[in-house]
């Protein structure tokens, strides 16, 4: 070998050399930037965890304060299922009882009689039962109704762990329905014959999907604008909505990839189950459930000849919170609902 042509391997190999190097420092750069970026996205988590647990703290102050007169007002914990996903099967506890919270309100006035239930279910993709809900449950105390508002799995305000228990349209549905059993097993003037479940929106699905799969447990139901239809959902929905179902730790998959679990959830393809006197309302200019999806249900429910009450408000002050606001409006839509819940329910103080 000459020496230029040395000389030239050894240019050679150095030129390799240095840009072998660069390359190493700037994958290193990368490697360090992205390290950097996954302990702020991290550490924004935790700090969203944080304050929506302070924000549930101190919303849960407004229900001791402002019903403590005219309720007993109390905080429970009971368990539902398992886990749906358990990431790792073989662990401690692994498929221990879910611990569900739950606010629940027995009317002072009534503490000593046989009095009606109403399961009161929150909306909310990782929503929580919060104080707005307090005209509501308000009005429910005044007619004679105790009322268990479950926090079913995946409800935002107790942190990561069970915010990722989320099982939409799936065992939040017996969360809430072991709502109702406790509230019977543990208030025994809680007439068990006498026991209803309410919703919107989401807490509307939960609604059904309770009654279509404990036909026996309810005496009635009513839905306010629900979620009917999942598959039609997640057409209509962004893809950050989307990726909220098909997260590894909820669903898994798209609705395209699996369209019948999306179904299995949803009350339009179960409408066939309906035993239960029902009353839905729904609204022209929601925002949020498009009154395409309650059409759906609507539909599905006449073809299998099912016998229940409908009203579709058109253009309704409020969109998607019609009839939950402070409005005279809101509250003449809900003395409709409550007429039709005293039927099947009687409450010492039934709205006439």
């Not at 993709?125 to 005209?135: I, L, Q, R």
């Not at 105790?146 to 915010?163: I, K, L």
């Not at 809900?334 to 007429?339: L, N, V």
């Amino acid at each position: 070998m000459t020496k230029g042509l040395m000389r030239l391997l050894c240019v050679l190999l150095l030129a390799v050399t240095v840009n072998f190097m660069a390359r190493a420092q700037e994958l290193d750069s990368r490697l360090n930037e992205d390290s950097t970026q996954q302990r702020l996205r991290a550490l924004e988590e935790r700090l969203d965890f944080i304050e929506s647990s302070l924000t549930k703290n101190i919303d849960d102050l407004a229900w001791f304060t402002r019903l403590n007169e005219t309720a007993i007002v109390d905080k429970v914990r009971y368990t539902g299922p398992p886990p749906r996903v358990i990431p790792n099967p073989t662990g401690q506890g692994a498929s221990n009882p879910v611990i569900i919270p739950a606010y629940t309100f027995i009317p002072k006035q009534y503490a000593s009689a046989k009095i009606p239930l109403i399961v009161l279910v929150h909306s909310g993709v990782h929503g929580n039962f919060e104080s707005n809900y307090m005209n509501v449950v308000r009005e429910l105390i005044q007619q004679g109704y105790a009322v268990v508002a479950p926090e079913y799995r995946g409800s935002t305000g107790y942190g990561r762990g069970f915010w990722r228990l989320i099982d939409y349209g799936g065992l939040e549905v017996e969360d809430v329905f072991a709502g109702r059993r406790w509230m019977i097993e543990n208030h025994p003037n809680i007439d068990p014959q006498r026991v209803g479940i309410i919703g919107w929106s989401h807490g509307g699905l939960i609604s059904l999907m309770n009654v279509f799969e404990h036909p026996q447990d309810y005496k009635v139901v009513y839905a306010g604008v629900p979620v009917s239809d999942l598959v039609a959902r997640m057409g209509y929905k962004g893809q950050s909505y989307r990726d909220l179902y098909s997260a590894p730790y909820h669903l898994g998959k798209t609705a395209e990839q699996n369209v019948n679990e999306y179904k299995r959830r949803s009350p339009a393809w179960n409408a066939e189950k309906l035993q239960t006197p029902l009353l839905i309302h729904t609204n022209t200019n929601d925002e949020d459930v498009n009154v395409l999806e309650v059409e759906h249900l609507i539909k599905a429910l006449k073809a299998a000849g099912k016998k229940f009450e409908y009203k579709i408000y058109d253009n309704a002050p409020g969109g998607h919170a019609f009839n939950r606001i402070d409005t005279k409006f809101a509250r003449e839509s809900r003395m409709e609902i409550y007429r039709f819940l005293g039927q099947y329910l009687n409450p010492p103080n039934p709205i006439k």
